[in-house]
């Protein structure tokens, strides 16, 4: 137990840190930031967001919902960069930014900082509880925007990730899809597909597209085999056994002679070359990416169709999660309780849920809206399969993920620890799960060290013990 000096002192010395001044200069730039924006002149609600698309879906209930209530919507696009310095300059200077703002899954980790009292955007627990919504939407979706077991912001989606596959190949190969249950299994039936036959003596195919380098697949197989960043309360978990045995497992598909991966960049043209071409057999799809391969590859329509992750054990977790947003009030509206129905006319409606997947592939976290006919409708693209239904399928076995404000620092924590451990495993030969093992710990447990370094220096944890 700290005396009241002893945390003065404490206080003081932190406030004295280089750290400290960087944030100090930071916090007055963004207030400068701030004070520089246009004043607010139009009446209504102000609806900040980052993504154009979701503007167009939501205009048509937006003036819907004006015309009902006489209120207007002022809806604002800007760039997630842009956003970003907007809303901290405003949550850090206590100046009015907007009545409504959407936040993609990396920008919220640092409005989480500091006691929860201070967090900007207005907790919603008791409005959510009150009104059910707890049993409405899928429940894991609500986990990136809680903090200290509250929540900030209604979920916008649930981004599960199925694997995507080209069936063309598989099928013309004879092989049957239906036996594959665990990664295991999954090289084990399609090891065929990497046969030599051009003779110069490599794989003409790969079997799934991955790489230790990639932090957002990487983090989507350690959720999916039941690893984390952190735990419900926010303590860190990067150096858990667990990730460990993870991490070993899945460098070991990347490493020696029989590795069955391959890097392709699923945002460039010659990734998508390679793709089409079938560099690759096997993709990591969360439902968003649907959308993206029906509008940039069209030449892959009736090569591809989608079934639930390989399980890393027999039984295990056969889906997973990558991405979201989700949209909050900030406090300093003065109308929040106006702001509250238009949060709800937007996310709760089967119009903008309709929108989202016809336009994105997106299926909506609103339970109750998975009755609609149109997750059946069959994809030409998918090769006649009902899309919607097999995302929909696995939506409530997504994994959580607990909010930090330093999830984004432990993502790139570990990925750097997977960058480490898979270069000293290729120095030493190794290959196996069992030879990386060790390597995997010893750079885990230094990746949470130097988290745990940086959550030691925020003056607020423990304040209350």
């Known amino acids: 137990m700290t005396t009241r000096h002893e945390?003065?002192?404490?206080?003081?010395?932190?406030?004295?840190?280089?750290?400290?001044?960087?944030?100090?200069?930071?916090?007055?730039?963004?207030?400068?930031?701030?004070?520089?924006?246009?004043?607010?002149?139009?009446?209504?609600?102000?609806?900040?967001?980052f993504a154009f698309e979701h503007g167009q879906m939501y205009e048509p209930v937006a003036d819907e919902w004006t015309a009902e209530t006489g209120t207007e919507v002022n809806v604002r696009v800007f760039g997630i960069p842009a956003l970003a310095r907007r809303v901290m300059g405003g949550f850090f200077s206590g100046i009015e930014t907007?009545?409504?703002?959407?936040?993609?899954?990396?920008?919220?980790g640092p409005?989480?900082?500091?006691?929860?009292?201070?967090?900007?955007?207005?907790?919603?627990?008791?409005?959510?509880?009150?009104?059910?919504?707890?049993?409405?939407?899928?429940?894991?979706?609500?986990?990136?925007?809680?903090?200290?077991?509250?929540?900030?912001?209604?979920?916008?989606?649930?981004h599960p990730v199925l694997l995507g596959y080209r069936s063309d190949i598989v099928e013309a190969a004879g092989i049957d899809m239906s036996e594959i249950e665990t990664w295991d299994d999954f090289q084990r039936v399609l090891r065929p597909l990497m046969a030599d036959t051009d003779g110069d003596g490599r794989p003409d195919r790969y079997l799934l597209s991955f790489w230790e380098n990639h932090l957002e697949n990487l983090e989507v197989l350690l959720l999916q085999g039941g690893?984390?960043?952190?735990?419900?309360?926010?303590?860190?978990?990067?150096?858990?056994?667990?990730?460990?045995?993870?991490?070993?497992?899945?460098?070991?598909?990347?490493?020696?002679?029989?590795?069955?991966?391959?890097?392709?960049?699923?945002w460039s043209n010659a990734g998508h070359m390679q793709t089409i071409e079938g560099y690759a057999i096997g993709y990591l799809m969360p439902d968003w990416m649907c959308g993206i391969w029906m509008r940039q590859m069209p030449q892959l329509e009736g090569t591809v169709k989608l079934m639930p992750l390989p399980a890393f054990e027999p039984g295990g977790r056969r889906t997973s999660v990558r991405g979201g947003s989700m949209m909050g009030i900030p406090k300093t509206t003065d109308q929040p309780d106006v702001a509250w129905e238009l949060i709800r006319e937007l996310y709760l409606s089967r119009d903008v849920a309709r929108e989202l997947y016809e336009s994105n592939g997106i299926i909506s976290p609103v339970t109750e809206l998975w009755d609609d006919p149109m997750y059946d409708e069959p994809s030409a693209f998918f090769s006649g399969q009902a899309v919607?239904?097999?995302?929909?399928?696995?939506?409530?076995?997504?994994?959580?993920?607990?909010?930090?404000?330093?999830?984004?620092?432990?993502?790139?924590?570990?990925?750097?620890?997977?960058?480490?451990?898979?270069?000293?495993?290729?120095?030493?030969?190794m290959s196996t799960p069992e030879e990386i093992l060790p390597l995997a710990r010893e750079a885990l447990a230094d990746a949470q060290a130097s988290i745990e370094r940086q959550m030691a220096r925020n003056v607020f944890i423990g304040e209350d013990e």
Do not use: K
């Open 7 to 49: 945390r003065i002192g404490a206080l003081w010395t932190a406030a004295l840190s280089p750290g400290a001044w960087v944030i100090a200069l930071l916090a007055i730039g963004s207030g400068i930031a701030v004070l520089a924006m246009p004043v607010r002149d139009e009446p209504g609600l102000e609806v900040w967001i």
């Open 227 to 266: 690893g984390s960043m952190f735990d419900m309360d926010g303590v860190c978990t990067l150096g858990s056994e667990r990730n460990a045995e993870i991490l070993a497992e899945v460098l070991s598909w990347c490493m020696g002679d029989d590795r069955f991966c391959t890097e392709i960049n699923e």
């Open 98 to 108: 907007a009545d409504l703002i959407e936040c993609e899954r990396q920008m919220v």
């Open 388 to 429: 919607g239904r097999a995302y929909i399928g696995e939506a409530p076995n997504v994994p959580p993920r607990p909010a930090s404000p330093y999830y984004r620092s432990a993502q790139l924590r570990l990925q750097d620890a997977a960058v480490i451990t898979g270069e000293r495993a290729r120095a030493a030969g």
């Open 111 to 158: 409005m989480f900082a500091g006691p929860v009292e201070s967090v900007g955007f207005t907790d919603l627990t008791e409005r959510i509880e009150a009104e059910g919504l707890m049993g409405r939407i899928n429940a894991p979706s609500f986990t990136p925007w809680m903090s200290r077991g509250r929540v900030f912001g209604l979920p916008h989606d649930v």
